[in-house]
């Protein structure tokens, strides 16, 4: 049973689910009045800003900005490629090379690396509101969790990407946001929010998508022999302080 807990704690600390390190601060954003009614919400994903929020910012993106790599990938990530290739085959009818745990196409590399100066997003890019919740639901979908009904958390190690996602997340009236930063190696920047009608109804189209994607991950732990049924109910302690700091906002 020791060794069990300690292969517990070990696998929480690798996903990075740590809270006494951490710095909050919270964020106000506005409310958009059309939003409230979730029945009358149309979900239309920009494909191009969906794929482009789930790219793998880690050192940021000029390290392939001359190459043809679209996107890197690790070992467990093979349902976010089979999905990501599904996409691009449907939509721009273009064929992703697999090599080395990365997509290759000098199309699709031309076209994300055209959203970038440097390592940073070009703001004025995200011109419509459907961009913008495109972007963050393929963000979502890579490297966000589900904290409770109301309660969402993006993580992104090493990244300028969490700038972008802050600014979408108030221009789409989320009113409270949670900022903390992990002082580790990598450095992780976590973002928690309260979720609105609008970023529901989106985040509701990739769910099944994500079950696939966790379940992949959890199964690359191999070494560390948690059942599902473990790892939500230790992850549902953790998810507490958030919870928490919410509810006495």
Known sequence: ???????????????????????????????INSQKVKDSIIVKTDNTFFLLGTLN???????????????????????????????????????LIEKDNCFNS????????SFYVE????DSLFTTKEKKASFLLGTYYRYGEKVNENIYKIQIANSHKHIEIHQILISLG????????LQNIP????????????????????????EKLFDSRLKSFRSVKLSKEEYLKEKSKQNKNIIEIFENK
């Not at 000098?106 to 690396?113: D, G, R, S, T, V």
């Not at 390592?119 to 070009?122: F, K, S």
């Not at 450095?187 to 309260?194: A, D, G, L, S, V």
Request: glycine share 2%.
């Open 174 to 181: 989320c009113k409270n946001i949670y900022y903390k930063r």
């Open 57 to 95: 910012d880690y050192m940021g993106r000029k390290w392939v900005a001359k190459g043809e790599v679209f996107d890197r990938y690790y070992p467990f990530e093979k349902p976010l490629m089979k999905f990501v290739d599904s996409i691009v085959k449907k939509e721009f009818k273009t064929v």
């Open 1 to 31: 049973m020791k060794i069990k807990i300690l292969l517990l704690a070990l696998f929480l600390f690798i996903s990075n689910i740590i809270f006494s390190q951490i710095q909050e601060k919270k964020i106000t954003g506005v409310t």
């Open 106 to 113: 000098e199309e699709m590399a031309k076209k994300m690396n």
């Open 119 to 122: 390592n940073d997003l070009i």
């Open 187 to 210: 450095i992780q920047n976590i973002i928690y929010f309260e979720s609105n009608d609008l970023i529901k109804a989106y985040f509701e189209t990739i769910e099944s998508e994500k």
